[in-house]
């Protein structure tokens, strides 16, 4: 069942690219739509599966914006919007770029990605350290080496830049590259990956 939903500043105003909204389960999970507003006052039904109870959820809540004369319209995200903002970014950068890699455009795949990379480059959260928004960046680049010929691309690029963007796009890890432990496994996922690490070292 849908618990809270965050607010940010930024939804005061028309928004013509996504904006995510990050929805918090009663087991702490989060999760993230992402969606142009223009809204009066209204209510939104979220359905989502639940791993913990092992079932299909919905829930009705009311949607609303806070909409203040005052609120400063230069005014950072919140740093967990910033966040999905990043994955958002580097989520549709990586299905661009592969679709104009499937089309042999690797110079534009390429400068797809570079053009990510440098709106994640460009974000307080990345300039501070954050390791999840560090992890996209690293995603974003490691799939650009990829794009050196067609025949990398091909055995490679591709079907690495198709399991990062489902990775991220769904939310779940992939068990591949070090961002992982940080980024989508629980702590059942991070244990038993530990474990088998020690039972073959």
Not at 28 to 48: E, K
Not at 83 to 102: F, M, P, Q, S
Not at 149 to 154: A, L
């Amino acid at each position: 069942m849908i618990e809270n939903i965050l607010r940010s500043p930024r939804w005061l105003q028309k928004t013509a690219a996504p904006v995510p909204l990050c929805l918090m389960s009663q087991a702490g999970q989060v999760g993230t739509l992402m969606f142009s507003i223009v809204m009066m006052r209204s209510s939104i039904q979220v359905r989502g599966f639940s791993v913990v109870a092992k079932r299909s959820e919905k829930d009705v809540k009311a949607l609303m914006v806070e909409r203040r004369v005052d609120a400063p319209s230069d005014e950072p995200r919140a740093e967990q919007v910033e966040r999905h903002w990043n994955r958002h970014v580097t989520n549709e950068a990586l299905e661009a770029a592969r679709r104009e890699g499937d089309r042999g455009s690797l110079q534009e795949a390429r400068q797809l990605l570079e053009d990510a990379s440098q709106i994640l480059g460009a974000s307080p959260l990345v300039q501070s350290g954050d390791p999840v928004c560090l992890g996209l960046l690293s995603d974003l680049r490691d799939c650009m080496d990829d794009l050196r010929n067609r025949q990398q691309y091909m055995t490679m690029g591709s079907k690495k830049m198709a399991m990062i963007s489902r990775k991220h796009g769904r939310q779940r890890a992939c068990n591949v590259g070090p961002d992982d432990a940080v980024s989508y496994t629980n702590a059942m996922q991070k244990e038993t990956r530990a474990a088998f690490k020690m039972s073959i070292a």
